[in-house]
């Protein structure tokens, strides 16, 4: 049987947020040891050595250079690039540091403030179930603040990191892998920095003589790139709307992993703040779903 465009685009896009809900969370937690900092280092320097070869491939280097040459679109790539850093950042110390929960909680909650941002920056509407969305999350974070022994900032860093990132992002007109090869560029300063600070004081566990721990942490590179190509090309085929909701198969597999994989602990306080933020996926879902209608 012929699949359709939109069937295609479903697939797509549920193959690259499964790739990088469950299989990155597993990734980067197996590499884990070598230490936030150096993973960080790694998988930007892999990220854009993967995207210099792609672009090469795809020859979308007229596009690159059209890019560069507009102000505001290197204005907001900077920036971008310094809020994916640190996204980047949050996130693999989540993974190393037993808090893949509470990233989770981010990943969940980013497209309910990506549409609030999107109320407050560019003057989107919003509807009654989109109202009691976000309502739900600001509730969940009072009751959280309130509880503030179990306050997830990792999740909220996750969540207004990337929630920004996307909101600078509609701001421009560059094609995601581009914008992503030149927010790389931006922060390839920042990596060498810390690889030569790892190296001089001996920090450092990617070294020439060990071939199988230099593939492993090659990885890093193509671990971003290919989920991310595979849910772009999600949304090109089947929409954003329809992609919107396959996405929240990231933080499941995330939830599910450090539940029940790794063990991590999960209070009362946090469980009730959970049961709050699903209902409000809830809602964004089906109105998203009706939308897509």
Same mark, same amino acid.
């Given at each position: 049987?012929?699949?359709?465009?939109?069937?295609?685009?479903?697939?797509?896009?549920?193959?690259?947020?499964?790739?990088?809900?469950?299989?990155?969370?597993?990734?980067?937690?197996?590499?884990?040891?070598? !230490?936030?900092?150096?993973?960080?280092?790694?998988?930007?320097?892999?990220?854009?050595?993967?995207?210099?070869?792609?672009?090469?491939?795809?020859?979308?280097?007229?596009?690159?250079?059209?890019?560069?040459?507009?102000?505001?679109?290197?204005?907001?790539?900077?920036?971008?690039?310094?809020?994916?850093?640190?996204?980047?950042?949050?996130?693999?110390?989540?993974?190393?540091?037993?808090?893949?929960?509470?990233?989770?909680?981010?990943?969940?909650?980013?497209?309910?403030?990506?549409?609030?941002?999107?109320?407050?920056?560019?003057?989107?509407?919003?509807?009654?179930?989109?109202?009691?969305?976000?309502?739900?999350?600001?509730?969940?974070?009072?009751?959280?603040?309130?509880?503030?022994?179990?306050?997830?900032?990792?999740?909220?860093?996750?969540?207004?990191?990337?929630?920004?990132?996307?909101?600078?992002?509609?701001?421009?007109?560059?094609?995601?892998?581009?914008?992503?090869?030149?927010?790389?560029?931006?922060?390839?300063?920042?990596?060498?920095?810390?690889?030569?600070?790892?190296?001089?004081?001996?920090?450092?566990?990617?070294?020439?003589s060990d071939i199988e721990l230099m593939g492993i942490i090659f990885l890093a590179?193509?671990?971003?790139?290919?989920?991310?190509?595979?849910?772009?090309? !999600?949304?090109?085929?089947? !929409?954003?709307?329809?992609?919107?909701?396959?996405?929240?198969?990231?933080?499941?597999?995330?939830?599910?992993?450090?539940?029940?994989?790794?063990?991590?602990?999960?209070?009362?306080?946090?469980?009730?703040?959970?049961?709050?933020?699903?209902?409000?996926?809830?809602?964004?879902?089906?109105?998203?779903?009706?939308?897509?209608?």
């Amino acid at each position: 049987m012929k699949l359709t465009k939109f069937s295609k685009g479903i697939i797509s896009s549920s193959s690259g947020s499964f790739f990088w809900g469950f299989l990155g969370t597993v990734y980067f937690q197996y590499i884990s040891f070598i !230490g936030v900092f150096e993973i960080v280092a790694h998988r930007s320097f892999w990220t854009c050595v993967i995207l210099l070869i792609t672009t090469s491939i795809f020859k979308k280097w007229k596009l690159f250079k059209k890019s560069i040459y507009n102000k505001k679109n290197v204005l907001v790539l900077f920036i971008t690039s310094l809020l994916i850093f640190g996204n980047w950042s949050v996130w693999i110390y989540a993974v190393s540091a037993n808090k893949i929960i509470d990233a989770s909680f981010g990943y969940f909650i980013f497209p309910i403030i990506s549409v609030f941002f999107g109320y407050l920056f560019l003057k989107e509407k919003l509807n009654v179930k989109r109202i009691i969305s976000i309502s739900l999350v600001i509730i969940s974070t009072i009751y959280l603040l309130l509880k503030f022994s179990s306050l997830p900032w990792v999740g909220f860093s996750v969540a207004i990191l990337w929630s920004l990132y996307n909101l600078l992002r509609k701001k421009i007109n560059v094609e995601t892998d581009i914008g992503l090869l030149i927010e790389s560029l931006f922060i390839l300063p920042i990596i060498l920095i810390i690889f030569y600070l790892t190296i001089s004081t001996n920090q450092n566990d990617f070294v020439l003589s060990d071939i199988e721990l230099m593939g492993i942490i090659f990885l890093a590179g193509p671990m971003t790139v290919i989920p991310l190509f595979m849910y772009v090309k !999600g949304v090109e085929l089947a !929409g954003l709307g329809a992609s919107g909701m396959v996405f929240f198969i990231t933080p499941t597999a995330q939830f599910l992993l450090g539940f029940f994989y790794f063990n991590e602990p999960f209070s009362n306080e946090k469980f009730i703040s959970f049961i709050l933020i699903w209902i409000a996926v809830f809602i964004y879902l089906k109105d998203l779903y009706e939308k897509d209608l």
